[in-house]
């Protein structure tokens, strides 16, 4: 059995800074990609940042130059860094991992709120 479990999610102000973790833990062989994606109210889930197993990253256009996802993988963890918040960036935000257990499977974890409001 695999858990992704979240963390770093909160309240800030416009202009603030969070730090979302992401922690998978179990029957892990492997990890190949992670990433975070994002649900606000009413809105259909987008993704946020991959990262690759080599380390590569790909950001959606509306995050870039403000949010960085990186990775350890010796803890099975990856983290996404927000900065310069936006109202807009309010969301429940998840992580997903690409584990490798015998074949890859997918798991998610179950989701962070971030609300950025003054």
């Known amino acids: 059995q695999v858990q992704l479990v979240e963390s770093g999610g909160g309240l800030v102000q416009p202009g603030g800074s969070l730090r979302l973790s992401c922690a998978a833990s179990g029957s892990i062989l492997g990890i190949n990609a992670m990433g975070w994606y994002r649900q606000a109210p009413g809105k259909q889930r987008e993704l946020v940042a991959t990262?690759?197993?080599?380390?590569?990253?790909n950001y959606a256009d509306s995050v870039k130059g403000r949010f960085t996802i990186s990775r350890d993988n010796a803890k099975n963890t990856v983290y996404l860094q927000m900065n310069s918040l936006k109202p807009e960036d309010t969301a429940v935000y998840s992580c997903?991992?690409?584990?490798?257990?015998?074949?890859?499977?997918?798991?998610w974890g179950q989701g962070t709120q971030v609300t950025v409001s003054s």
């Open positions: 990262i690759a197993g080599g380390g590569s990253t």
């Open positions: 997903k991992a690409e584990v490798r257990i015998g074949v890859p499977y997918d798991y």
